[in-house]
Structures are given as C-alpha cells and as structure tokens.
C-alpha cells in the first residue's frame, strides 16, 4: 500500500449547463473551493494530476496545459490521466500513487468536462476504432445496453420486475438529487415516468440514462504527516483497485463482468473488506444507466448474481437501507464525465468526514467510490475510511 | 432571467488514412467475397473472428485461417433509437452480439431484416439464442457493412 494517504479537502462546481463560463473558468471554480475547504495555497501544492475523457470532448487537444493557469499548476509537475469514463478514479489513483510514493506530501486531482460544447456520444464514439467496432457500438448506451440485456438474459430476470427496479432507482436518485447543491438533474419523477419515458437503448429509456453535465471537482491528497499537520478531519484511502479487459467487446463476458469483479476485489483487499453489504457504509457507484447500477451491485458482492433487481425493490440500496448506494443521486443525475469518477470519490470523503450536508449517510466510515469506461471495458475502485 | 453569454462555433476536420495490416486486409478482402473469416490460437485453440494476427489473451501469433459459418445465435442485442452527429448507421437498428458456429467470441454487428419502426414487434421477434444468418450486400467494397445485417433464420 505504500505510505497512508489521506484527502484533505474537495471541491466542486455546481453541475449543469454552464455557458456562463468558459472551460478554465469552471476548472478554476473546483480548484478554488478544494483549496477553500482544505484550507491550504497554491504554492502548498506539489504536483497536478489532470483528467478528462477524450479531450476532444470540448475540441482542446491535451487540456492539462491549456488548464495550467486554472489549476495553478506553473513550475510544478503535472500529470494528465486518461482511462475514458474511469478518468475521473484513475486521477484519483495517480494522486494516490504519487503520495503513497513518499515523493509528495500534497497533490491537487482535477477531473473536468464540459459535455454541452460538443456531440458527446459521437465524441465517445471515436474510442473504438474505424473499420469494425465503431459501426455498432453507438455512444455509450448503446454498449451499456447490450451489456444490461446480456445481464437480463443470463439470469432470467423477468422483464416487468426489471423495469419496476430500474424505474425505482431513477425515482430515488432523482429525489436524492434535491439534496445535493451540485447536482445537475432536479427534477421529481415517478415510477410511470421513467418506465413509459422514450426507448434510447433498449431496454435503456430516456429516465434510466444520465444527461450531459459541464462540471469539475478537484480533490487534494496528503500524506499523513500533512494531512495531520492540516488539523483537518481526513478521509484516509483504505483500498484502491483498477481493471482493464481486452478491447473487443465480444471477446469477454461483460454479465458477469471480471474487471468489475476484480477491481473491487483487489480494494477490499487491501481494505481488509470481507462483507462489503456489511461492511461499507455507503458506495457511490459510477450509474450513467439504471440498469447496469444493479450489474455494479452484484459485481461488487452486494448481492449475489440476479438478486439486485429484488433487493432494489426492498430498498436495500436506498437512503435509508443496509447500504445506501448514490445518496448524492449520482451520475444519473450528473455526469460531466471526466470529473465523475472524482466526484464519486469527493463524495465518498464528504460521507466519511461528515460534510455531505443534506445527504449526509448518518455516522458513515468507510465509503466506496467507482468509475467505469472504455467499450465496457475499465473498472476502477476506491476505498476510503474515516480512521487510518 | 439568465443573462445569454456569447458561444463560437468551431470544427475540426482532420484526414487519417489507417492502414489495416495484413491480418484485417485478408479479412476485408474475404468479407468483399462474402466469406467470414477467423484465426485459430494455436495455445487457447479458439476461433477468434474477425480474424486477428495474435490472441489476446495467450500473445501468441494465430496464423491459423479458418473460414467461419455465417450461421450463429444472439448473445445479446441492443436497439438504438436516438441519433447523434456522424452516426453510421440510421436510427433505429439494433447491434447485437453474435456467437458463429464454431467461434469462441461474439462478433459485434447488426440484427435487422423486418420492420424495425416498430418496437413491439421488434421485441416480439427478437430472443437471445435465436439463429442469425448473414445477409449479404450486392456491391461488397471490403468494408464491416458488407453484410448489411444478420436477420433471423
């Protein structure tokens, strides 16, 4: 595991449709809230990691220089990390690694995306290569779909009590979105709603599926000798965890889905997690659909395979069940993508520091962050705690 | 009210030109002959389609060529009914996995040859594990949509 490593301080942009900035200008508004709350300077910082999906996203080619001013990152290094939907948790591991190296003592995380300046599922369309891949995958929900109805098929999962259970998680989450100021999707939808809204990808409807956010978040890790000379009440990184799988989509089984399997496998690990249901306090879970959410809960041994649509519908995963998944209504309800995955991390510190607000899990201390991407093809996790 | 902030429109147009290899040339060239084609993994001994010059998994080079069925089952499938900018293929259609005869992966391709407008009837005809036969183009340039589709048998 290295040396411990802690995060300090988060920050986030209010989500949503922001032509009211330009890009530096919404990774500046992150960068300035995490250094309010860690409590800290620039010139306190030692190294940048910077992420985004395909940068091509927004048209800006290798964006981490063309944000060097915004995350005041002149005359220190700076890395750039890039793993498609799972940037925002790989960001979060390169800060990590440079920490737990002993070769920093403070590294600021910036995840970012502005999703409304450019065509994003023909962006994403572009991570799979020209002459075969391309013609079929169509965006992200397209891959996501098939794989959902890979799951469905599988394990006999009756089709009403599905969509009952994926209706149920847009329901909750949209309504747990009230209570995050940063949320991009405030709207109060019924379970009627989301299961007669518009087919995108069967079985995806347009209720089950996230929107296109512009929004960034910036994390600060610390070693343990900063983090305890801050005084401030850390999140300390019990576990991290990342899969790739092979690049063709057909090549392996994406129902049971082992770099989602193994990801979190190798953070319980290192978290000393045997029970994860038992043990974790509440995850964030990276959901853009509400269908493979329940795919994420089996993968991740919430629940045994098939068994999430039925727990789903009991409230297991709820506010107010044995593992809230997604209090802060998660990228269902906002996904700018390359800042997701920190968000989820940012998240999950906020839980186990007591700072979530009115999405506060009460008396929450080990928490699970996660991000995926590629055509289904990376998992990355990550663990924290509120003791070291 | 919000105040309206300017915008610039801009694009970016780049020419590529991708070489194929000699592995996916060889497979191009038997998909303008409507014929499939795999590699076999001497190590793993599976049927990698399309063909592939080594095996994922083993890193061992599959010169092994074997022409493939053009006959398999749904593994699963997916219908696509929004558009976005550059989009391949024309909303609605459904990709799907396909397992041939005889193969050890999916092939990712397209399920059509009926009404596709309407849904119900799309899901009344569509199962995972129903047979799917290639259908072929008329003027084949070497390209993945020489077959147009794969409908059911």
């Given amino acids: ?388 | 009210m919000s105040k309206e902030y300017k915008t610039i429109k801009t694009e970016i147009r780049l020419p590529y030109e991708l070489a194929y290899g000699a592995t996916w040339t060889r497979f191009f060239e038997g998909m303008q002959e409507k014929k499939i084609y795999g590699t076999k993994c001497s190590k793993c001994k599976r049927v990698l389609v399309p063909a592939r010059s080594f095996c994922p998994r083993c890193f061992v080079d599959t010169d092994q060529w074997i022409e493939v069925s053009q006959v398999g089952t749904l593994t699963a499938w997916s219908y696509t009914n929004y558009r976005y900018f550059g989009q391949p293929v024309e909303p609605p259609f459904i990709g799907a996995l396909i397992r041939l005869e005889g193969t050890d992966v999916d092939l990712l391709h397209l399920v059509g040859g009926f009404d596709l407008q309407n849904f119900d009837e799309v899901r009344r005809i569509v199962k995972n594990g129903m047979k799917v036969r290639a259908v072929w183009r008329d003027e084949r340039k070497g390209h993945i949509l020489d077959i147009r589709y794969f409908e059911p048998v």
């Fill in chain 1, 1 to 388: 595991m290295g040396r411990p490593v802690a995060i300090v301080g988060t920050g986030q942009t209010r989500h949503g449709r922001r032509m009211d900035v330009c890009y530096p200008e919404l990774v500046r508004e992150a960068v300035m809230a995490a250094f309010a709350d860690t409590g800290i300077d620039p010139e306190d910082i030692d190294g940048v990691v910077s992420g985004t999906m395909p940068s091509m996203m927004e048209g800006v080619a290798l964006t981490h220089f063309y944000f060097a001013d915004a995350m005041q990152a002149a005359g220190k290094p700076i890395l750039k990390t890039e793993t498609c939907g799972s940037t925002g948790v790989s960001i979060a591991h390169t800060a990590y690694y440079w920490v737990a190296s002993g070769m920093a003592d403070l590294v600021l995380a910036v995840g970012h995306e502005k999703m409304n300046e450019g065509d994003s599922q023909a962006t994403m369309t572009t991570v799979a290569e020209p002459f075969y891949q391309r013609f079929f995958i169509a965006g992200a929900p397209g891959v996501f779909s098939m794989q959902s109805q890979m799951w469905t098929d599988r394990y006999g999962i009756a089709e009403e009590k599905l969509r009952d259970a994926a209706a149920y998680i847009s329901v909750t989450h949209h309504d747990s979105a009230f209570d995050n100021p940063y949320a991009h999707i405030k709207i109060k939808v019924t379970m009627d709603d989301v299961k007669n809204a518009r087919i995108i990808t069967y079985p995806v409807r347009l209720l089950d599926v996230c929107p296109n956010s512009d929004g960034a978040c910036a994390v600060i890790f610390a070693s343990e000798k900063m983090a305890k000379k801050l005084g401030r009440k850390p999140a300390w990184v019990k576990g991290v965890g990342y899969r790739g799988e092979e690049y063709y989509f057909g090549d392996s089984d994406k129902a049971v889905w082992q770099s989602a399997i193994e990801a979190a496998k190798q953070a319980y690990d290192q978290a000393g997690i045997r029970n994860p249901r038992k043990e974790l306090d509440v995850a964030e879970v990276y959901n853009p659909f509400t269908y493979q959410e329940m795919l994420f809960y089996e993968c991740f041994g919430f629940c045994g395979f098939g068994e999430a649509p039925d727990l789903v519908l009991k409230g297991v995963f709820g506010r107010n069940g044995e593992l809230p998944c997604d209090p802060s209504g998660g990228t269902l309800c906002t996904n700018p993508i390359g800042a997701t995955g920190l968000i989820r991390t940012a998240e999950a510190a906020m839980q186990v520091t007591g700072k979530a607000g009115d999405h506060q899990i009460p008396g929450a201390r080990t928490a699970l962050a996660h991000a995926m991407g590629g055509v289904d093809q990376f998992n990355g996790i990550i663990i924290l705690g509120s003791e070291l």
